[in-house]
């Protein structure tokens, strides 16, 4: 084989354009399985919503009354979502702050749960990317029919 063969009509050269490609692929979704979520990685909330549900961009977000839930409920239903850990908080050290993973990439979200006034503030959202596909909304409203809020 001579190096006029070398060119990008060999199949040695898509071969390893190939492995380049699945190479880098594996790299990102190890990077989202195992990438750490901590506090610090948690961005401040800087806009309150009136009571009800709000669809964000990534996101969803959730007000409630404070006598409408109960907060140890909540809080224990989070903790058994599958693919779940939290980061920080308890009940008596709001925020409560909740990683998920999702099943097949790992693609972190992250749940913030406090209490303002009389109005318990639940936000979910994802770390990284534009879109959650509805993700975040679909698991906060599967907690609030599971706990009949």
């Known amino acids: 084989m001579n190096v006029l063969q070398l060119g990008f009509g060999s199949s040695w050269f898509w071969g390893l354009v190939a492995l380049v490609v699945v190479l880098c692929g594996v790299g990102a979704v190890l990077?989202?399985?195992?990438?750490?979520v901590t506090r610090a990685d948690v961005p401040a909330v800087t806009t309150r919503f009136a009571a009800g549900d709000t669809e964000l961009a990534g996101g969803f977000y959730?007000?409630?009354?404070?006598?409408a839930v109960d907060l140890s409920a909540l809080e224990r239903q989070i903790a058994q979502t599958a693919r779940s850990r939290r980061v920080?908080?308890?009940?008596?050290?709001?925020?409560?702050?909740?990683?998920?993973r999702s099943l097949v990439w790992g693609f972190p979200d992250v749940?913030?749960?406090?209490?303002?006034?009389?109005?318990?503030?639940?936000?979910?959202?994802?770390?990284y990317g534009g879109s959650d596909l509805g993700v975040n909304r679909d698991r906060m409203v599967g907690w609030f029919e599971a706990l009949g809020i």
Do not use: C, K, M, N
Request: net charge negative; no cysteine.
């Open 62 to 67: 959730a007000v409630r009354r404070l006598e």
């Open 111 to 127: 749940t913030q749960v406090w209490v303002e006034g009389d109005f318990v503030h639940i936000y979910s959202h994802l770390v």
């Open 88 to 100: 920080s908080g308890s009940l008596d050290d709001l925020p409560l702050v909740f990683v998920h």
């Open 31 to 36: 990077f989202f399985r195992f990438v750490p």
